[in-house]
């Protein structure tokens, strides 16, 4: 999908190179309609692709949620048109990939939604962007990419081992760099949370130096 992030193509183009890709490995449906949000239109939670051509300054918010025999996987990802960040831009990604990190090390048999949000969201003020945080940072994934019990500040609910929980690290509206997302999914085991996809994780955690 990021191949196809170039100025002038179309955002469906992007969609369609990730859904081949996922058919091609064994998909029999998606969980939701394939995110491909450029620039402004990347404001919305989950913002389907349409037929807007892409331009250089925006970034592009990803995300495919192919399922397999009624399971749910999925990704997020929010890459940039020119190939290269503004200034302000990458000191965002940084500031996100931080928040999943730390969000990533409360994941842990026992810890409950209170415990997992909140530091996360000392860094999201810190930074200025707490009053565009929407969603919380994690949630469980199964028959759909997300479904409860959601981990947000006001959640009792307790990890347990074996759950599968997504570290989804997003903000919406803001004024320049208008929304964001990196996610992805673990396994929460008695040694902490285990990356589905390993290679994944890596991509995302070094994907801004």
């Known amino acids: 999908m990021a191949e196809k992030v170039k100025a002038g193509n179309k955002e469906y ?20 309609r394939t995110i491909v949000g450029s620039g402004i239109r990347s404001n919305a939670v989950v913002p389907t692709a349409t037929n807007k051509v892409m331009q250089d300054g925006e970034m592009v918010m990803l995300g495919i949620a192919p399922r397999i025999n009624g399971y749910a996987g999925t990704f997020g990802h929010t890459v940039p048109v020119s190939g290269e960040y503004t200034p302000e831009q990458k000191k965002c990604l940084i500031d996100m990939i931080e928040v999943m990190k730390l ?10 939604g209170r415990q997992i949000d909140e530091v996360g969201r000392a860094l999201y003020e810190k930074g200025g962007y707490l009053k565009y945080l929407v969603c919380p940072f994690a949630h469980t994934m199964g028959l759909m990419e997300a479904e409860a019990p959601f981990f947000g500040p006001n959640s009792d609910d307790a990890l347990e081992k074996n759950m599968i929980v997504n570290v989804d690290v997003s903000f919406f509206g803001h004024p320049t760099l208008h929304g964001l997302r990196v996610e992805t999914c673990y396994v929460i085991t008695e040694n902490g949370a285990e990356p589905l996809c390993p290679e994944f994780e890596e991509e995302l955690f070094n994907y801004v130096k």
């Open 103 to 112: 969000t990533k090390s409360m994941l842990k048999i026992g810890n409950t």
């Open 13 to 32: 183009e992007v969609a369609a190179a990730g859904e081949t890709v996922c058919r091609e490995n064994g998909a029999d449906s998606f969980a939701y």
